[in-house]
């Protein structure tokens, strides 16, 4: 589990104990079993000793991940007055049974003299123990019996609701393990170290998922430890005429917002920048959270903007995100591997409309937004948001501002005239240089975008209810094929 050793700062702590903490189905069992198949690439002895579950039963869920326990020791600790012939002769003080059981496991111990170890769970011992003083004596005793053999322990715990962390001041660590439901989509699971004595961790929660075959750790995003020097020029499109109204092109380190109702092609405008950074030998990603990639395609070659020779030969990077599967840790991460692994230059994220129903608080969102922008623009990327706003027509409004968050801001509008429906574009905001401010109108074809002259006669256009007062002549000839949207 690399991207855990990234938030442990180099990984747990050997010759320590931890606790790992958590309610049932948050993964404690499957992250201890990856912990010691890791130890067991290393030369590791381990041993595996089980409260709570079968060796069937370990064995059984292990196979699941496509993992084989062979070479990791298996202990099934059972009390003896869990067996049913023993309730029935034998009665034994819950003192003495307690320490019976603490004596075996501490013999297991020694006769495998493991270097890593986990006992799942402590909860059963708790259970066993009843009086809470003789469970605190007993775990100190173990606790010093494994400092003495130099093993990292893993204690697994299962987190009740009024839990109130009665283990915390007898380990070096411990790692907190959450799951939160939502009204639709996959459950989200966080991680976070509430303590690691001597280790700067990296503090917080950090989203996680259980892949088979895999524990995913997606460490928080600190965006002040990604510096680097901006370099390259502007990104212009590959569109001539909105070069002409954008003559500057898009700064390095800058984060541009693409607005406007669903169909004005603000994700085609995108997507020109994107082949553009391509045409120049640069590598770009694009996060679609609402388009497949079939009508991606489709739409995109409608207007001759094919992107598919680009996608095949790993210049161009096309993602498709499913809002209620993934997590927004685990968006971030995903782009931070294509930044940092495949040097992607251009980032774009189509739409935060979709990303932010990722995220139950809109507050989060822009925390959230917010690191991952800064760590873009510190790293040199080009990067495009698309957000579309609620409504066609009429009172269109935005579902969340962000502009503050934009170098640069390009409004796309809908409009009426002539007996047409027609599309207008301005240039709100460009943070780092002039822009043209006059509104355009502009139509897109098989021949791609064509802009035309400053629409002086086009008022009200930020109410969302624009109206058109001039002459017909003025307005760009409509061609027969100029329909395509987003």
């Given at each position: 589990?690399?991207?855990l050793d990234v938030i442990l700062r180099g990984?747990?702590?050997?010759?320590?104990?931890?606790?790992?903490?958590?309610?049932?189905?948050?993964?404690?069992?499957?992250?201890?079993?990856?912990?010691?198949?890791?130890?067991?690439?290393?030369?590791?002895?381990?041993?595996?000793?089980?409260?709570?579950?079968?060796?069937?039963?370990?064995?059984?869920?292990?196979?699941?991940?496509?993992?084989?326990?062979?070479?990791?020791?298996?202990?099934?600790?059972?009390?003896?007055?869990?067996?049913?012939?023993?309730?029935q002769t034998v009665l034994f003080p819950a003192?003495?049974?307690?320490?019976?059981?603490?004596?075996?496991?501490?013999?297991?111990?020694?006769?495998?003299?493991?270097?890593?170890?986990?006992?799942?769970?402590?909860?059963?011992?708790?259970?066993?123990?009843?009086?809470?003083?003789?469970?605190?004596?007993?775990?100190?005793?173990?606790?010093?019996?494994?400092?003495?053999?130099?093993?990292?322990?893993?204690?697994?715990?299962?987190?009740?609701?009024?839990?109130?962390?009665?283990?915390h001041n007898f380990v070096h660590g411990v790692?907190?393990?959450?799951?939160?439901?939502?009204?639709?989509?996959?459950?989200?699971?966080?991680?976070?170290?509430?303590?690691?004595?001597?280790?700067?961790?990296?503090?917080?929660?950090?989203?996680?998922?259980?892949?088979?075959?895999?524990?995913?750790?997606?460490?928080?995003?600190?965006?002040?430890?990604?510096?680097?020097?901006?370099?390259?020029?502007?990104?212009?499109?590959?569109?001539?005429?909105?070069?002409?109204?954008?003559?500057?092109?898009?700064?390095?380190?800058?984060?541009?917002?693409?607005?406007?109702?669903?169909?004005?092609?603000?994700?085609?405008?995108?997507?020109?920048?994107?082949?553009?950074?391509?045409?120049?030998?640069?590598?770009?990603?694009?996060?679609?959270?609402?388009?497949?990639?079939?009508?991606?395609?489709?739409?995109?070659?409608?207007?001759?903007?094919?992107?598919?020779?680009?996608?095949?030969?790993?210049?161009?990077?096309?993602?498709?995100?499913?809002?209620?599967?993934?997590?927004?840790?685990?968006?971030?991460?995903?782009?931070?591997?294509?930044?940092?692994?495949?040097?992607?230059?251009?980032?774009?994220?189509?739409?935060?409309?979709?990303?932010?129903?990722?995220?139950?608080?809109?507050?989060?969102?822009?925390?959230?937004?917010?690191?991952?922008?800064?760590?873009?623009?510190?790293?040199?990327?080009?990067?495009?948001?698309?957000?579309?706003?609620?409504?066609?027509?009429?009172?269109?409004?935005?579902?969340?501002?962000?502009?503050?968050?934009?170098?640069?801001?390009?409004?796309?509008?809908?409009?009426?005239?002539?007996?047409?429906?027609?599309?207008?574009?301005?240039?709100?905001?460009?943070?780092?240089?002039?822009?043209?401010?006059?509104?355009?109108?502009?139509?897109?074809?098989?021949?791609?975008?064509?802009?035309?002259?400053?629409?002086?006669?086009?008022?009200?256009?930020?109410?969302?209810?624009?109206?058109?007062?001039?002459?017909?002549?003025?307005?760009?000839?409509?061609?027969?094929?100029?329909?395509?949207?987003?």
């Amino acid at each position: 589990m690399p991207e855990l050793d990234v938030i442990l700062r180099g990984g747990l702590p050997e010759n320590r104990l931890h606790l790992i903490e958590g309610a049932p189905g948050t993964g404690k069992t499957t992250i201890a079993i990856r912990y010691l198949l890791n130890g067991l690439g290393k030369k590791k002895r381990c041993l595996y000793v089980t409260l709570s579950e079968s060796v069937e039963e370990l064995i059984t869920a292990a196979s699941t991940h496509g993992w084989n326990l062979d070479g990791i020791e298996l202990f099934e600790l059972i009390p003896d007055e869990a067996h049913a012939e023993r309730q029935q002769t034998v009665l034994f003080p819950a003192e003495v049974e307690f320490g019976k059981t603490i004596s075996r496991l501490m013999e297991r111990i020694e006769q495998v003299n493991p270097d890593r170890l986990v006992i799942d769970s402590i909860a059963e011992v708790r259970m066993l123990a009843q009086d809470p003083l003789q469970f605190r004596l007993q775990l100190l005793t173990l606790k010093r019996f494994l400092q003495g053999r130099k093993i990292t322990t893993l204690l697994l715990d299962d987190l009740a609701e009024d839990d109130q962390g009665d283990l915390h001041n007898f380990v070096h660590g411990v790692v907190s393990l959450r799951s939160f439901e939502r009204d639709y989509g996959a459950a989200r699971r966080r991680m976070r170290i509430s303590k690691m004595r001597g280790v700067d961790i990296m503090s917080g929660w950090h989203d996680y998922a259980l892949a088979t075959g895999e524990v995913l750790v997606f460490p928080s995003l600190i965006a002040e430890e990604h510096e680097s020097d901006v370099q390259g020029p502007p990104l212009t499109s590959v569109f001539i005429s909105l070069n002409d109204m954008l003559p500057q092109g898009l700064d390095r380190g800058t984060t541009t917002m693409l607005i406007g109702p669903s169909g004005a092609a603000k994700s085609t405008i995108a997507l020109s920048y994107v082949l553009s950074a391509v045409a120049d030998g640069e590598a770009t990603s694009l996060f679609s959270f609402d388009e497949t990639y079939e009508t991606f395609l489709r739409r995109s070659k409608s207007i001759n903007l094919d992107p598919e020779k680009a996608i095949q030969e790993e210049r161009f990077f096309w993602h498709r995100i499913n809002p209620s599967r993934i997590s927004p840790g685990e968006f971030v991460w995903q782009v931070r591997r294509d930044v940092e692994d495949r040097n992607v230059r251009v980032v774009v994220i189509d739409s935060v409309n979709s990303y932010l129903n990722t995220m139950p608080e809109e507050q989060s969102l822009i925390l959230h937004l917010h690191e991952l922008l800064s760590y873009l623009n510190k790293r040199g990327i080009v990067t495009i948001l698309v957000l579309a706003q609620q409504g066609v027509v009429g009172d269109v409004e935005n579902p969340i501002d962000l502009s503050f968050l934009s170098d640069t801001v390009i409004l796309c509008r809908f409009f009426e005239a002539a007996g047409r429906l027609r599309r207008a574009i301005s240039i709100i905001k460009r943070r780092t240089g002039a822009h043209d401010m006059a509104i355009h109108e502009y139509q897109l074809s098989s021949d791609g975008l064509e802009i035309g002259p400053a629409l002086e006669a086009l008022n009200a256009i930020f109410t969302g209810a624009p109206t058109y007062t001039g002459a017909a002549e003025e307005l760009l000839a409509i061609k027969s094929n100029n329909n395509h949207g987003r």
